[in-house]
């Protein structure tokens, strides 16, 4: 009890973010909360805007998934001159993007672990929230009641066309 009073004494020291203009950083990770029945999340915003560049369900977190969402954002918003991600292997198509499109040696990708990423961690809470809790909550209550079965792929098909 007292550990408790104590934790909320505590004050969060959060860092002050500041991005100078649009297309300086774009934000990329994945959202594995619904991976169990093979459905990844796979957001990208702009640090200055806090814009979603885009944010799709996939059925896989493969590489060329990812380039393909962050291809199509560039086309239809512009290129970044930097990106922030992990280093994932989903982004290694991404990174290789980056510096073909910006030149080697210009830091065109900004490696660091996913829960630093304050801006797409946000995100990731107001989907979850927002959106993800409903389709969580649905399939778990699915699967107890013994009609969503992980194991038949017909099933997770299902799921990825509900989502």
């Not at 992990?86 to 210009?106: H, I, K, L």
Request: glycine share 8%; net charge neutral; with cysteine.
């Amino acid at each position: 009890m007292i550990g408790t009073a104590m934790q909320r004494l505590t004050v969060l020291s959060r860092r002050n973010y500041s991005v100078l203009s649009p297309l300086s950083l774009y934000h990329i990770d994945g959202n594995h909360k619904l991976i169990q029945w093979k459905l990844v999340i796979h957001g990208c915003n702009d640090g200055f805007s806090k814009r979603i560049i885009y944010l799709q369900v996939s059925d896989n977190n493969r590489a060329e998934m990812v380039l393909e969402l962050f291809r199509d954002g560039v086309i239809r918003l512009g290129l970044p001159s930097r990106v922030r991600g992990d280093r994932g292997g989903e982004n290694v198509q991404v990174v290789e993007f980056m510096v073909q499109q910006s030149g080697a040696g210009r830091e065109a990708f900004i490696f660091g672990r996913s829960v630093h990423n304050q801006l797409i961690e946000r995100l990731w809470r107001d989907v979850f929230q927002g959106c993800l809790t409903c389709f969580y909550s649905v399939f778990y209550e699915m699967e107890e009641q013994c009609i969503l079965d992980i194991d038949n792929e017909l099933h997770l098909f299902v799921c990825t066309i509900f989502t």
